[in-house]
């Protein structure tokens, strides 16, 4: 029974430290993240661009202590796909349309423009976040039956 949850054990960590290590690397930083979210020229409000430079890093980082320590798993895992799914889309229009900004998703000093293969490393992190979404929900209706 103990090694059905090594997998989501393994999940959680791996997208945890992600979250955690990309929100880290940001905070302090809301300057420059404002500036490449600019860069990605995605015509939001000035207002949502400055907020989204403050709160993105603290939301990064609350999803990977929670995913880390297991915490409202259903919503977290949910709330990190969407996050991610949001994060890779706006990646893959910054290479559709040539734009040569970098991702600054792991903070400033990250500065190689954005490819698919920065696309296709967002996209490797969904994976275990879908795996969880998944579990969370599969284990919630099994322990209801």
Do not use: N
């Not at 997998?7 to 993240?33: M, Q, S, T």
């Not at 989204?52 to 939301?59: E, H, S, T």
């Not at 996050?83 to 706006?90: G, M, N, S, T």
């Not at 600054?104 to 967002?122: Q, Y």
């Amino acid at each position: 029974m103990a090694r059905l949850h090594v997998l989501p054990l393994i999940a959680r960590i791996i997208v945890g430290l992600v979250f955690v290590a990309a929100g880290a690397l940001k905070v302090g930083h809301a300057p420059d993240l404002g500036s490449t979210i600019v860069a990605f020229r995605l015509d939001l409000p000035a207002q949502f661009v400055g907020f989204a430079a403050i709160a993105l890093p603290l939301l990064e980082i609350v999803l990977g202590v929670y995913l880390l320590l297991g915490w409202q798993l259903r919503v977290v895992s949910v709330v990190s796909v969407a996050v991610l799914l949001v994060f890779i889309a706006a990646l893959a229009s910054v290479v559709v349309r040539g734009i040569p900004t970098p991702c600054g998703c792991f903070g400033p000093r990250e500065t190689d423009p954005v490819t698919w293969w920065t696309v296709a490393r967002d996209g490797a992190a969904i994976i275990p976040a879908i795996y969880l979404v998944w579990w969370s929900w599969d284990r919630g209706r099994s322990e209801k039956a």
